[in-house]
């Protein structure tokens, strides 16, 4: 085997100069290639190991990076290392390698701002709330004015039940940044989630800050409009982006967040054509059928859009659909009803039809959803649970059971155990509308916290919404009704995943509800 010819330590300095000074100027290729010279002259220069894993990086080659990263950190353990290896790991969503990481680099560096900072999201982000409180607090230990742990503290005990505690240390990371818009966001919710709904609506203007997408990664910009915000103004008077037009002013409503809230808040569209001549949502398609059947029947004002921003000269206000609120001055003792959304009569019938079909017709037909979509949330894990947990309630023979669960993926799918107390259409299911006419034919839906638990409570279904412990604001807090939905009955965790408890209360209730030995017609609307 040829032996590379020795290199002085002069050389090798040279090079990496050289390296370092193309990296800085955005010369990456110049950069790789002097620093794969150093490294294969000498493999423990780790120096260029990092500084290869920060070309890599650069280059948005992220796990190259991070085994660059890691290479250095072996051989030389420098505190900086750690931390720009968590910072990859981050944009990786590799929480646990996080925090290993940063649990080792602490051992060199105990009081190191940014790794303390790193564990306490990776915990966070994990769903280990009570560890990353912790360090959340030993971080404002260290640095009694950083912001920004104030606020990761505040959402960390927010979900840890405190709404005090959390309140207090939001409005401390306000003060001591009046800029963090993610802060306002998270007060809102704390502030929702206390129904102080007056004090709330003004920061949930900010909610944008804290968003992000199906894979966890935020997406922070409010989109850019051309059309003015409607926040209650009288339209006509005030005028908008045309001024005053003749027939009266047009609302655009813009979607926002999931299909629950979609359901939550459609409420608002008819109160909002008490006051423009016509109002347009731009709706998912996954919604737009039920939507038009529904709303738009009744209320001609009222048009569902496609998914792109129409002609800027066709409207004259916009507002976010979870805005309206807001405009529309909502307080605990003025919500509005549901929208009452309907099923198609015919579509609808379709499913009786089938149901009247199976064995047993008589029995109650309750519908059933065990985990929401978007499963690369930490909210999404903790509101989920697995088929297998329902199957207390499965044991219950006396019920027809009837799977309303849409899978992001396959681990939400029934299990093998669980299939034969399940009766399951849901693949010939292709929008909110078929969804609709299955609910229609329901006694029931028992549903964790997700769209299908909006759907069935503004069709005036009795829902039975299984809640996790300091669950979303919507459902407030030490509540079992709702005063969004008449009809929705709340079973909430009394500990922080214990869903064996709440599937056990809402056994007991049906058992009280259907008695054995009584015969019982479903209810058809």
């Not at 129904?195 to 199906?214: K, L, S, T």
């Not at 966890?216 to 910009?221: D, E, N």
């Not at 979509?373 to 044991?395: I, V």
Request: glycine fraction near 6%; charged fraction near 25%; include cysteine.
């Amino acid at each position: 085997m040829h032996n590379q010819s020795p290199v002085s330590p002069q050389a090798i300095s040279l090079w990496f100069n050289e390296a370092e000074e193309a990296r800085l100027a955005g010369r990456f290729d110049t950069a790789q290639a002097l620093l794969d010279r150093i490294i294969v002259h000498d493999s423990t220069h780790a120096a260029a190991l990092y500084s290869r894993g920060l070309v890599a990086l650069a280059l948005d080659q992220l796990p190259l990076a991070q085994r660059w990263i890691e290479r250095a950190v072996q051989v030389e353990p420098q505190p900086p290392f750690f931390d720009m290896l968590c910072l990859v790991q981050i944009k990786l969503r590799a929480f646990a390698s996080i925090v290993h990481t940063a649990r080792a680099g602490l051992a060199y560096q105990p009081d190191s701002l940014a790794l303390h900072y790193y564990l306490g999201v990776a915990l966070q982000l994990q769903g280990r709330a009570e560890e990353a409180a912790a360090v959340y607090r030993t971080l404002i230990e260290l640095k009694p004015d950083y912001a920004q742990a104030h606020a990761n503290l505040g959402v960390v005990v927010k979900d840890l039940g405190s709404l005090s505690k959390a309140e207090q240390h939001l409005r401390r990371a306000m003060t001591l940044d009046p800029s963090n818009r993610g802060a306002r966001a998270s007060l809102s919710q704390v502030l929702l989630a206390a129904g102080r709904y007056e004090e709330a609506w003004p920061y949930f203007e900010d909610r944008w800050a804290n968003f992000v997408d199906a894979g966890g990664r935020p997406v922070s910009q409010r989109p850019e409009l051309p059309w003015p915000q409607w926040k209650g103004e009288h339209p006509d008077v005030e005028g908008g982006a045309h001024g005053l037009r003749e027939g009266g002013a047009r609302l655009l409503v813009l979607p926002e967040q999931g299909h629950g809230d979609s359901l939550q808040f459609v409420r608002y569209l008819p109160l909002a054509l008490e006051r423009f001549a016509q109002v347009g949502c731009i709706c998912p398609p996954s919604l737009r059928r039920l939507y038009e059947e529904s709303l738009c029947a009744r209320w001609p004002g009222l048009v569902m859009l496609d998914d792109v921003l129409p002609d800027v000269k066709e409207w004259d206000w916009q507002c976010s659909l979870m805005s309206l609120p807001l405009a529309f001055g909502t307080r605990l003792d003025n919500i509005p009803t549901p929208a009452d959304l309907r099923a198609e009569p015919r579509r609808s019938a379709g499913w009786r039809t089938k149901l009247g079909a199976l064995a047993r017709p008589d029995l109650p037909r309750v519908g059933v959803v065990w985990a929401g979509g978007h499963s690369g949330l930490t909210e999404d894990r903790a509101r989920s649970l697995t088929c297998a947990q329902f199957a207390p309630l499965f044991s219950l023979s006396r019920i027809r059971w009837i799977s309303l669960q849409k899978a992001d993926d396959l681990a939400k799918r029934a299990s093998a155990s669980t299939k034969a107390y399940l009766t399951d259409w849901m693949d010939d299911v292709s929008d909110f509308a078929d969804t609709a006419a299955i609910i229609d034919n329901l006694d029931l839906v028992i549903s964790v916290d997700t769209s299908v638990a909006h759907l069935a409570a503004a069709m005036g279904k009795p829902v039975w919404l299984l809640n996790r412990f300091a669950g979303c604001w919507r459902w407030l807090r030490n509540r079992d009704d709702s005063p969004w939905y008449p009809t929705v009955r709340i079973f909430t965790q009394p500990q922080r995943g214990n869903w064996d408890e709440v599937i056990e209360r809402v056994a007991a209730q049906l058992k009280q509800r259907y008695e054995p030995g009584i015969t019982y017609r479903s209810f058809v609307r």
